[in-house]
């Protein structure tokens, strides 16, 4: 079993604060993501300017992208992403359109998906998923439990390599203890911390103490 990764999600409003928290964690984290909410705000810009300054460091384009997967891909691989997400209810075309221009897809998991159509990403070549409970769903109490852990293995043992996030911290990742996770996803953890760079460091620490 790897270590899993720890990336950075930069879900800010505008670049300029984005670009001040990467400064601050960049070097701690393993992998950089320009988050759905900083997408949409700056898109193409903030793709190019964390390339700018992480020049070897994989970057994620958190588009959620439900169509035109050959163009969204074209346009994040042409900034500077390596990889981008697509929502899990688009369509198997959208996907592998996606996944020629960019040099991974990973599928997200929101609201309704199935086992079946799991397979049929794997079919056509997407191998990654990212386990998400979502933001508005914590806010409305849900948590982290068994529930989660299931589909997490299930998916791993389908031969996925599975990301996980939404609200995670510290704490959470020892519910994940012996399993396979490949990377651990965190936004507000960091970058709403007092010190980003402390609580970065704190994921790193604790990753390594549960999967070293
Ligand atoms: C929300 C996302 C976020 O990037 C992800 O959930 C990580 O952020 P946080 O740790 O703040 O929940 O993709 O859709
Ligand atoms: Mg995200």
Request: contains cysteine; negative net charge; glycine residues 8%.
């Amino acid at each position: 079993m790897g270590l899993p990764n720890l990336q950075v999600a930069l879900d800010h409003s505008d670049l300029p604060s984005a670009l001040a928290d990467v400064k601050n964690v960049g070097d701690i984290v393993d992998i950089l993501e320009v988050g759905t909410i900083l997408c949409l705000q700056a898109g193409e810009e903030a793709i190019r300017c964390v390339r700018a300054l992480y020049p070897e460091k994989k970057i994620i384009a958190d588009t959620k992208c439900a169509d035109a997967g050959g163009t969204v891909a074209k346009n994040c691989a042409d900034a500077g992403a390596d990889w981008m997400t697509v929502i899990c209810c688009a369509t198997i075309p959208t996907m592998a359109a996606a996944a020629k221009e960019v040099e991974e897809v990973q599928v997200e998991l929101y609201g309704d998906w199935t086992y079946e159509q799991a397979q049929k990403w794997l079919d056509a070549g997407i191998s990654q998923a990212i386990y998400h409970q979502s933001r508005d769903a914590l806010f409305a109490g849900e948590t982290w439990g068994e529930k989660d852990l299931s589909k997490v293995k299930k998916l791993i043992e389908m031969g996925f390599r599975v990301s996980v996030t939404g609200g995670l911290d510290v704490d959470t990742l020892k519910l994940f203890t012996g399993v396979d996770v490949y990377t651990f996803i965190t936004g507000r953890g960091i970058t709403a911390a007092e010190n980003p760079k402390a609580a970065a460091q704190a994921f790193k620490n604790e990753i390594s103490r549960i999967w070293g």
